[in-house]
């Protein structure tokens, strides 16, 4: 949860696996038990919920000392963030949601041109179907279609967010390679400053390639906010989209 250290106004926070109650981050130097404090919590809130048919919990708040903990759920997450007691609560969730909303706002829009572009090419009946020949240059990977958008999407994003320092950014899709597509790393990698396949994947995995590769778009936009901040971010995945069109 990189970007929470990006929002002002926080002091620490927790994250808790949803489904099972597990801590999977603290962050900070709280002398509270923030990690149990939010697990406990959030816990507690599920069944109270439950039990009294309240509906969704937009978010609890509980103050001790000169603090506030407010809890809030987030992809499957509970996130627990102390801030000072003074803040208003509801304020400040709508200000934290701000953060992430861009990240998913952006990535469908995105994915709002891919399925277009996939129905339009769809539609087209095969004798109206031109080939280009190219010369061969090495072995083509031929990539079903869902595939091979999110391909050109990635790289597209690399292109757009790195201007001047592709290679920054490079290094950001390597990262995030390392971290979100170990199943896949024997067959994808960054050739000539671009991301391909090595091999032809196999066919059964495509639902899963398809969301790494989704995971992957998710972390690099994340990265464009949390460095250029939402609205110049929003601007470069614009003229992606703008550029998918033209594809």
Not at 111 to 128: L, M, Q
């Amino acid at each position: 949860m990189e970007i929470l250290d990006k929002i002002p106004g926080i002091i620490n926070y927790a994250v808790i696996n949803a489904e099972d109650g597990s801590i999977e981050e603290v962050k900070g130097s709280s002398t509270s038990p923030l990690g149990d404090l939010t697990a406990f919590f959030s816990s507690a809130a599920e069944v109270i919920k439950n039990t009294l048919n309240l509906g969704d919990i937009d978010f609890i708040s509980l103050c001790y000392g000169a603090n506030r903990l407010i809890i809030f759920l987030h992809n499957a997450r509970y996130i627990g963030i102390e801030v000072e007691r003074e803040q208003n609560p509801r304020e400040f969730i709508l200000r934290v949601k701000e953060y992430f909303a861009p990240v998913k706002e952006v990535r469908e829009e995105v994915e709002e041109v891919i399925k277009e572009e996939i129905t339009e090419k769809a539609e087209v009946k095969p004798e109206e179907v031109v080939e280009e020949v190219k010369p061969p240059t090495r072995t083509e990977i031929q990539l079903p279609r869902s595939i091979s958008s999110k391909i050109v999407q990635i790289n597209l994003l690399v292109d757009e967010f790195g201007g001047g320092k592709k290679e920054h950014w490079l290094e950001i899709l390597n990262q995030g390679l390392s971290i979100l597509a170990t199943d896949i790393l024997p067959m994808i990698g960054i050739i000539g400053g671009r991301l391909e396949f090595k091999e032809v994947p196999p066919s059964e995995k495509e639902d899963d390639i398809v969301q790494i590769l989704r995971t992957l778009i998710d972390f690099l936009v994340k990265k464009a906010v949390e460095e250029m901040g939402s609205s110049q971010a929003r601007v470069k995945v614009q003229a992606v989209i703008e550029k998918m069109k033209q594809v």
